[in-house]
């Protein structure tokens, strides 16, 4: 059997059973009728303000004042709004004291207007104050009992605000000020402890520091020194004590000696331009010079003299180099005695420091509310004026019942045919030639039935739609019921007129 054989099979079926579907749908759209005619109407009232914010102060005070734009205040009003102390205003300004009859009452009253009451901003400066209630004489109470109290709010919250702001700092000041005097007490003294062993707060270098920079720097100065003094003996060692003095005037010898004298104050024996004076002196005095008497060697003489220097400043050096070694000895045995001196004066420098930051910030903090308060002084930060008051609405927000009903009438038309489909699932009726010959009997064929115009057959179907029709009636009886009840006295007076 192919698909559309099985479906007209389902459909002839199913169309036997639709009585029981249009009386499913009937039930369900009853139901849903009741249902939806039984939910309360909701009656909603709305006011509109205005927050008039000051821009050129909001300028002249961003980054060194505190944030009081008109947003922010907007936002604490409306939070403001919500706390119990506003809501229990709000329901003793209205009746809706009434309607408490007990404890567990009052609070679910207090809940409901805390979810009902909505601020909803519909631009930066313009914002909506929105309540529904079943009685729209309330739900307009409502919101102009909101709307006063936001205004009051708005006259006052922001100074009360700073003034707040202000004692809470001076305390923390006061507080913080204690802690940070305590806490450079106990630093100074930790310090004073341990001159030795932590660092200077001027140069940042410790006793110890500097005391093996001090060696290092003497024993460089040491190692230089005997350097010196071992050039200066070699220079001596070479050096004659007594010099010939010449006769005849061999001045050409006197000249070479001289230069030679200056060239070993600078150069060793081993020098070549040494060496070549050396030599040349050699062959002046050979070629004519007369050795007479001797005398003192003025380069020895010197030579002698810075000696004696070299030997006073390496024995300095040495008595320098004992006395920082054994400094530093005593410095470094006294930090291995200490090892947690370091640690325990870097957790109180840390507290110090945290504790001097947080003071500060809340020095320019005071200062910060200081320039608030005086600009909310000098101006009103934020007006507030009633751009749209409240009112007593005439027609309900909500519930939408056409949208309800229809969805009802959906919803009751679709059970019936889900109804009709699954009984023609479970009907084994003969519907088809195909149904018979499952039954494996020879079929010849089949015949059509001729109905009169006024069959019982036809009769049924016309009542069947007409009991389809019947329901939309309802459907639309039901949706336009509210008007055409509002409008009745108007119908009864033109009737009879």
């Given amino acids: 059997m192919n698909i559309s054989t099985q479906l007209r099979r389902h459909v002839v079926a199913a169309w036997r059973h639709r009585w029981k579907a249009l009386a499913l749908s009937w039930l369900i759209f009853a139901i ?14 709305t006011a509109r303000v205005y927050a008039d914010a000051d821009a050129v102060l909001s300028t002249l005070l961003r980054g060194i004042a505190i944030d009081s734009t008109a947003g922010r205040e907007v936002e604490l009003l409306q939070r403001t709004l919500l706390s119990r102390p506003n809501l229990e205003q709000i329901v003793a300004r209205t009746d809706l004291d009434k309607r408490v009859t007990s404890a567990a009452s009052r609070e ?24 529904s209630d079943p009685d729209p004489r309330m739900a307009k109470d409502v919101v102009q009992a909101a709307l006063n109290i936001f205004i009051e709010l708005a006259a006052g919250t922001d100074r009360q605000g700073i003034e707040n702001a202000q004692g809470f700092l001076l305390q923390q000041i006061a507080a913080y000020e204690v802690r940070l005097r305590e806490a450079e007490r106990r630093r100074a003294e930790f310090q004073s402890r341990n001159v030795d062993i932590l660092p ?10 500097a005391a093996r920079g001090r060696v290092l720097q003497v024993e460089g100065d040491l190692q230089d020194a005997r ?30 000696e001289r230069e030679l004298r200056e060239m070993r104050l600078r150069l060793t024996d081993a020098h070549p331009d040494v ?80 504790l001097r930051r947080n003071y500060e910030e809340l020095l320019a903090r005071r200062e910060s509310i200081s320039l608030a308060e005086a600009a909310r002084t000098g101006s009103d930060r934020v007006k507030l004026e009633v751009v749209d008051p409240p009112v007593v609405p005439n027609l309900p927000a909500s519930p939408n019942r056409p949208l309800l009903l229809a969805g009802v009438l959906v919803a009751s038309l679709g059970a019936g045919v889900v109804l009709a489909l699954l009984l023609s699932q479970l009907d084994s009726g003969f519907y088809t030639v195909h149904d018979l010959r499952r039954l494996d009997v020879p079929v010849l064929g089949r015949i059509s039935a001729q109905q009169a115009r006024f069959a ?36 009864i007076v033109r009737a009879f007129a």
């Avoid at 679910?108 to 309540?131: D, V």
Wanted: a neutral charge; aromatic letters at 6%.
């Fill in 200 to 209: 200077d707060p001027a140069s940042g270098v410790s006793r110890l520091e």
């Fill in 227 to 256: 350097t010196r003094r071992e050039l200066t003996r070699q220079q001596l060692n070479t050096q004659p004590a007594t010099v010939a003095e010449t006769a005849g005037g061999n001045a050409r010898a006197a000249d070479i």
């Fill in 108 to 131: 679910a009253l207090l809940l409901k207007l805390a979810e009902g009451i909505r601020l909803t901003p519909e631009t930066r400066n313009l914002f909506t104050l929105i309540y």
């Fill in 456 to 491: 019982p057959r036809a009769l049924s179907t016309a009542a069947f739609g007409a009991a389809c029709a019947v329901l939309f009636v309802a459907f639309a009886a039901a949706v336009a019921g509210p008007s055409i009840l509002a409008h009745a006295p108007e119908f």
């Fill in 275 to 354: 060496k070549a004076a050396q030599a040349a002196l050699a062959a002046a005095r050979a070629s004519g010079g007369v050795r007479g008497a001797t005398r003192s060697n003025p380069v020895y003489e010197q030579l002698q003299i810075r000696m004696v220097d070299a030997d006073a400043q390496v024995a300095s050096l040495e008595r320098q180099m004992r006395d920082a070694n054994a400094d530093l000895e005593r410095l470094d045995a006294k930090a291995r005695e200490q090892p947690e001196v370091l640690a325990q004066f870097t957790n109180l420098d840390r507290d110090y420091n945290v």
């Fill in 32 to 45: 849903g009728w009741v249902g939806v005619s039984a939910i309360p109407d909701q009656y909603r009232s």
